[in-house]
């Protein structure tokens, strides 16, 4: 396929995702209110009801961009990331209508790496993905491909739920991918220049960052509805995938240390997989005039928030802007490891 021709993949896959994406949440804000699928927005003063969840959108976008660009060019890159997005998106969709177990959502989350891996293996020359990595400053790649297949099974329900678990206040989770997708997409077209990646790939991220850039939209401070885990854990498996069959895996983990250390924190103060929904003591405290300060129960967990708010009482949108900040940091560290990683590919000595 041409140049002009991906161009031209890319801006209709980009334009369908972001129109689907923005109709369809302005719609389920409405039907999903008539339904009464709304929950309060503690952090508000007055304890809005705001509907939950807009996962659908977000997911239906994705997978219309991306079968556009799989049915013109055939790459089985994107549809493994159509099938790893799907299936991780309907888990997270199960969870907000039934409430899936902290043990049994990760476990089910396993299966969404298994198309990626079947793909690759059963189909002859596939190239789904290569078990390569280049470190920065180093020409010299390093294979791992027995370990590798192992670690696309497991980075899945990794990734989502990390993802997931920074979705705690009005527009973090949409604006967190929106930035970590951006250095992604930087080491993904540097890829492409040095001959590494097929260039379909690169023009497979623009689906993503214009579903979730529409989403954004509606999502960001004061927000109109939640993504709710179906959203959260869509936005995570397609991040994911893309950063898999990109091979942009270590630029893609930079970008999302926020969300990791979170992730950590939470899990190495509770000592086990569980729910939020589940915490009894709770990590931070809303004040009436809406305000948030940390909780001073020695047994509540340790989560990013809790540390922000730690020295004073901060308004929603100020522990947001930080959260994103901190995200802007990380995406600029990503961004300088891939320009560290591809430019010696194109110095010439």
Not at 46 to 66: F, H, M, N, Q, Y
Not at 287 to 294: E, N, S, T
Request: aromatic share 10%; glycine share 8%.
């Amino acid at each position: 396929m041409n140049q002009e021709s991906l161009v031209f993949l890319g801006l209709i896959g980009t334009f369908v995702s972001f129109v689907i994406c923005f109709f369809l949440t302005r719609w389920l804000i409405g039907y999903l209110m008539s339904k009464n699928m709304a929950v309060l927005d503690y952090h508000k003063e007055d304890k809005p009801k705001i509907p939950r969840p807009g996962g659908p959108a977000i997911l239906t976008s994705i997978l219309v961009g991306e079968a556009i660009l799989f049915a013109f060019s055939g790459s089985y890159a994107i549809l493994a990331l159509i099938f790893a997005t799907a299936i991780s998106g309907l888990i997270g969709l199960v969870d907000d209508l039934k409430t899936l177990g902290g043990i049994v959502k990760p476990a089910l989350l396993l299966v969404a790496g298994l198309p990626i891996l079947l793909i690759e293996y059963a189909i002859p020359n596939s190239k789904v993905f290569t078990p390569t990595f280049y470190l920065p400053f180093f020409k010299i790649p390093a294979h791992i491909p027995l370990v590798y297949p192992l670690l696309i099974v497991v980075a899945i329900p990794v990734v989502t739920n990390t993802i997931n678990t920074i979705d705690v206040l009005n527009g973090v989770v949409s604006g967190f991918i929106l930035i970590a997708c951006v250095p992604v997409t930087l080491d993904i077209y540097l890829r492409v220049l040095a001959g590494k990646t097929d260039p379909i790939i690169l023009v497979a991220m623009f689906p993503i960052l214009a579903g979730t850039a529409a989403f954004f939209l509606f999502h960001r401070y004061p927000s109109k509805i939640f993504p709710g885990d179906s959203g959260a854990i869509t936005l995570g498996a397609a991040y994911g995938t893309m950063a898999m069959i990109g091979g942009a895996e270590l630029v893609a983990v930079i970008a999302i240390l926020p969300a990791i250390l979170n992730s950590f924190f939470f899990l190495s103060s509770v000592k086990r997989l569980m729910e939020h929904r589940q915490i009894k003591n709770l990590p931070t405290i809303g004040l009436p005039d809406g305000r948030v300060i940390a909780s001073d129960d020695p047994k509540a967990p340790i989560t990013l928030m809790r540390m922000i708010v730690s020295r004073s009482a901060m308004a929603e949108n100020e522990i947001a802007n930080d959260i994103l900040k901190l995200s802007l940091y990380c995406a600029l560290l990503a961004g300088i490891t891939a320009l560290l990683t591809w430019i010696p590919f194109f110095m010439v000595l």
